[in-house]
C-alpha cells in the first residue's frame, strides 16, 4: 500500500479519472430521477404526497429509514472526526445507535396511531389547533434547516474535492447545485419518490462501507488489534489516541460539552421531524414498530463498520493530508477509499474514489430530500391549511402549497450551507438533534403521556426548547471566534460549549411542565383518553 499523499497527488489523482467520475456521479443523479418521475406520475393526492399512500413495508421502510438516517454525518463526519480524534470521534456512532432505543419504545407506535402526516397532528389532537400547529411547524422548519447546513456542507466537500473545485465560488455553485435537485426530487417525486432513492441509497451506503471496511481489515489480515495499533502510532497521539480525552476530556468545559452532546445525540432522533414522518408511511402500528427494528439492524452494521473508516483512515492517511484536504476531516473517507485502492493516480485507486464518493453523494441527496419534505409538509399542513386557511384549502391546494414551500426552504439551506462548508458535518447534525430534543421530544412526550398537559405547556415547550437551543448555537464557538467556526473572523461567542443539549433539553421539559402548572386551562381528560386508546391500540388512526 502506498503511504498517504499531498493534497495536490489527490487532486492530480482525481483530475486523471475525472471523465469516471462525472460518469458514476451523472449515472446516479438520472437514475434517481427516472424513479422520481415515476413516483411523481403515482402521487395523484396529499396521502401519496405526505406518506407515499401509506403503501410501504415493515422492511421497506426500515430501509429507507436507514437510509434517511445515515447521513453525511455518518458517513464523512464521523470517519472524520474518528479519523481526527480517535475514541471521542466514535462517541458519536454509539449516541447516533443508542438514540434508536428512545424512538422505538417511547415513539414509533403511538406516533403512528396518533397522527396522520405530521408531528403537529398528535399535538393539535388535544389543543387548541392554530396555536400548536404554528409552534410545530415552525420547529420543524427550524431543525430541518439545521440538518439540511450539514448535509449542503458534506456536499460542497465532498464534489469540490472529486472536481478539484478549491475556489469558494466553486463550492457555493455545488451546494446550489445539490439543492436544486432536492427541490426536483421532492416537487415532483413527494414521500414515494424520495422513500425510493432512500432505500436504494442505503443498499448502495452498506455496500459501499462494507466493501472499504473489508479492505481495511485485508491490510491489516483482519487483525483489529494491529488495526489500532497502527492507527494510534500514526496518529502522533499514541495511546492517547484509543482512550478519552483528545477532543472532550481536556478540561472542564470539555468534559461539560461532551455530556451536552451525549444528551442531544440519545434524545434527538426521536424529536427528528424526517424521521417522525416516516412512520407514517407504513399501513399499521406494528409495521411501523417492524421498521425501527430493521432501521436498528442495519443501522448498527453500518455504525460498526465506521471503526473500520474512521481508524483505518488515522492508520493508512496522513492527519496533515486529512486537515489540508478539509478542516474538519469531512473528506477522510473518500481518501481512504482513494489509499486503499492503490493510492492517488492509480486506476483502482480512481475507480474507489468515485465509488465511495458516489455513493456519499447518493447519501446527502436522498436525505436532503427527506428533510425538505418534513418541512414543506409542516409548512402547508400544519400552517398553511390548518392556521392561515383554517382548515378550509383542497388537497390540491394543499400540495401545491408543499411544492412552494420546498422551493423557498430549499433556497435558505443553499444560502445557510454555502456558509456552513468548512464545519464538520457529524458536529453540524449533533446541532440538529440537540434543537430537536429541546423542543420536539418534550411536546411530543407530554402530550401523549400526560394527562394534564395544556396548550400553554405545549408553547412554552416548544418555544422555550427552540429559542434557548438556537440562542445558544448562535452565541457559541461554532458560529464565531475559532478557527473552525462559521464566521471564522468575528468573535461575539459567549456560551463555551458547542453543543447547546445541556441546557436546552432540560428547559424544554421544564418550561413544558411550568406552562402547563401555571396555566389556567384545564386540559381535557376525553380528550386525553380518546388519544391514549387511539396510541396504544390504534383505533381510529389514519
Request: charged share 15%.
Amino acid at each position: 500500500m502506498s503511504a498517504a499523499l499531498p493534497l495536490t497527488t489527490v487532486a492530480a489523482g482525481a483530475t486523471e479519472h475525472r471523465p469516471l467520475i462525472i460518469t458514476l456521479f451523472g449515472l446516479f443523479v438520472v437514475a434517481t430521477l427516472i424513479i422520481t418521475i415515476w413516483a411523481g406520475r403515482q402521487t395523484k393526492d396529499a396521502a401519496d404526497f405526505y406518506a407515499g399512500g401509506r403503501q410501504f413495508t415493515g422492511f421497506q421502510n426500515g430501509l429507507a429509514i436507514s437510509g434517511d438516517y445515515m447521513s453525511a454525518a455518518s458517513f464523512l463526519g464521523i470517519a472524520g472526526a474518528i479519523a481526527l480524534f480517535g475514541y471521542d470521534g466514535f462517541l458519536y456512532s454509539i449516541g447516533f445507535l443508542v438514540a434508536w432505543l428512545v424512538a422505538l419504545l417511547l415513539v414509533a407506535e403511538p406516533l403512528r396511531n396518533s397522527g396522520r402526516y405530521t408531528m403537529g397532528d398528535v399535538l393539535a389532537y388535544r389543543m387548541r389547533q392554530r396555536p400548536v400547529r404554528t409552534a410545530a411547524g415552525t420547529s420543524t422548519i427550524v431543525v430541518s434547516i439545521f440538518y439540511l447546513l450539514a448535509q449542503m456542507a458534506g456536499a460542497g466537500v465532498l464534489v469540490s474535492l472529486l472536481l478539484g473545485i478549491t475556489s469558494d465560488g466553486g463550492k457555493v455553485a455545488v451546494v446550489a447545485l445539490v439543492g436544486v435537485l432536492m427541490i426536483v426530487y421532492v416537487t415532483i417525486g413527494g414521500m414515494k419518490g424520495t422513500t425510493w432513492v432512500q432505500m436504494i441509497k442505503a443498499v448502495l451506503l452498506i455496500a459501499g462501507a462494507l466493501l472499504i471496511t473489508f479492505l481495511v481489515l485485508l491490510e491489516f489480515n483482519f487483525n483489529v488489534s494491529d488495526l489500532l495499533g497502527k492507527a494510534a502510532e500514526n496518529s502522533g497521539q499514541g495511546v492517547k489516541f484509543l482512550e478519552p480525552g483528545l477532543k472532550y476530556g481536556k478540561d472542564g468545559i470539555t468534559k461539560l460539552d461532551f455530556i451536552s452532546l451525549g444528551l442531544a445525540l440519545v434524545l434527538g432522533t426521536a424529536g427528528l421531524p424526517h424521521i417522525l414522518i416516516r412512520f407514517y408511511t407504513v399501513p399499521t402500528a406494528k409495521a411501523a414498530r417492524k421498521s425501527v427494528n430493521w432501521a436498528i439492524g442495519i443501522i448498527g452494521a453500518f455504525y460498526l463498520m465506521t471503526i473500520a473508516l474512521g481508524f483505518g483512515a488515522a492508520a493508512l492517511l496522513k492527519r496533515a493530508d486529512i486537515l489540508a484536504s478539509n478542516k474538519a476531516g469531512n473528506t477522510a473517507a473518500p481518501l481512504l477509499a482513494q489509499e486503499i485502492g492503490g493510492g492517488a493516480g492509480s486506476t483502482g485507486g480512481a475507480i474507489l474514489l468515485a465509488v465511495i464518493s458516489a455513493v456519499a453523494f447518493a447519501t446527502i441527496l436522498a436525505v436532503v430530500a427527506g428533510l425538505t419534505l418534513a418541512s414543506s409538509s409542516s409548512f402547508a399542513h400544519d400552517l398553511y391549511v390548518n392556521v392561515i386557511r383554517r382548515g378550509k384549502a383542497t388537497e390540491q391546494e394543499e400540495v401545491r402549497a408543499a411544492r412552494w414551500s420546498t422551493v423557498v426552504i430549499g433556497a435558505v439551506a443553499i444560502g445557510l450551507g454555502a456558509l456552513a462548508r468548512d464545519l464538520n458535518v457529524a458536529g453540524l447534525v449533533a446541532l440538529a438533534f440537540a434543537v430537536a430534543a429541546s423542543a420536539n421530544l418534550p411536546t411530543i412526550l407530554y402530550s401523549l403521556f400526560w394527562k394534564r398537559f395544556t396548550t400553554q405547556g405545549a408553547l412554552w415547550s416548544i418555544y422555550g426548547g427552540l429559542i434557548s437551543a438556537v440562542g445558544l448555537v448562535l452565541f457559541s464557538p461554532v458560529v464565531s471566534g475559532k478557527p473552525t467556526s462559521m464566521f471564522k473572523d468575528a468573535d461575539f461567542y459567549w456560551f463555551p460549549l458547542e453543543n447547546p443539549g445541556i441546557i436546552s433539553i432540560p428547559l424544554g421539559f421544564l418550561l413544558g411542565w411550568l406552562g402547563t402548572v401555571l396555566s389556567k386551562e384545564k386540559a381535557d381528560p376525553e380528550k386525553f383518553a380518546e388519544l391514549e386508546v387511539r396510541s396504544l391500540t390504534g383505533t381510529g388512526a389514519h
